[in-house]
């Protein structure tokens, strides 16, 4: 079992460390655990938690649009 600091989980991510600060604040990413004053990830939790999660085959809803709307002429 390996413990991973901020550091760590950035370079993982390929990310800032701000940004690991910023992901934890909006709870994507597992809660560490504290030791002292450093924050520690436990990796084999880390690395399941990011995979990729499965999509269901019946996925109906359209993608966003996405630009500016259209201007509506009236006839």
């Known amino acids: 079992m390996k413990y991973l600091t901020k550091d760590e989980v950035a370079s993982l991510l390929r990310v800032s460390v ?42 109906t809803s359209e993608p966003a649009k996405r630009g500016r709307p259209r201007k509506v002429v009236a006839l």
């Open 18 to 59: 701000r940004t690991v600060t910023t992901y934890m604040g909006q709870g994507l990413l597992p809660q560490p655990f504290q030791l002292g004053r450093k924050l520690l990830w436990d990796e084999g939790a880390l690395i399941q938690f990011i995979q990729p999660k499965p999509v269901l085959a019946n996925h």
